[in-house]
């Protein structure tokens, strides 16, 4: 490990908009922090936390927490946050699995999944972000309206998820494979990250597909 990744995992956990799976009462720590009763939405692999300090930014009325296992991304997810002075994000350090130590009842409005790893080796699938293991987590935390939102570049997780939903009998909200401004999607799914701007400037098509149970 760098001494520079091992300064930020050394500072991520004192930093006021962060939390960790092994806090006792996470739950309640997470609403005593945002203080309120709005909505919550969920950024699930957030990295650097860009798309939930953008959400954030567009809808101050509303709480964002970003999910990453990594401390190193959460430390620059939440350094962006506190530049930005953004009251309504946060962020947890833990495995997407945990979600329930966090919400133990359907509190959440929106989840979304930007750009996560497709996974598509038969191993390892059962880690992909919309596996309906996944699925069965995320129907016990959302509200009976609650979306679920994703984004990729990569055909086989679109096509995957797809299939899923199907199986699953679920409703697509709203699906194109191809996200461009003209495409009719939400003008939320119309944020560009720098992640996303490497992808568009290589060539490649943006997928995106919103759905509930």
């Not at 936390?49 to 296992?69: C, M, V, W």
């Not at 939320?188 to 996303?196: H, K």
């Amino acid at each position: 490990m760098t001494r520079r990744k091992h300064l930020k995992q050394s500072e991520v956990r004192t930093l006021p908009n962060v939390f960790h799976s092994k806090q006792p009462g996470l739950d309640k720590l997470i609403r005593t922090y945002f203080n309120n009763n709005n909505p919550f939405t969920l950024e699930l692999g957030c990295g650097n936390g860009e798309y939930s300090n953008t959400l954030a930014q567009k809808h101050p009325d509303r709480n964002f927490l970003g999910i990453d296992r990594a401390g190193a991304r959460i430390w620059a997810a939440s350094k962006a946050s506190l530049n930005l002075n953004l009251n309504n994000t946060a962020f947890v350090i833990t495995y997407v699995e945990k979600l329930l130590e966090i919400f133990n009842q359907p509190v959440v409005d929106e989840i979304w999944i930007p750009y996560p790893n497709p996974l598509p080796h038969r191993r390892k699938m059962k880690k992909i972000l919309t596996n309906p293991a996944f699925l069965e987590i995320y129907k016990k935390i959302l509200r009976p309206d609650g979306i679920i939102h994703l984004k990729t570049d990569d055909d086989f997780l679109y096509e995957y998820t797809l299939q899923i939903i199907e199986e699953m009998k679920m409703t697509i909200r709203f699906s194109t494979n191809n996200l461009t401004p003209e495409s009719g999607a939400p003008q939320d799914a119309l944020i560009v990250t720098r992640f996303e701007q490497d992808h568009l400037f290589a060539g490649k098509t943006i997928k995106y597909l919103s759905f509930s149970f």
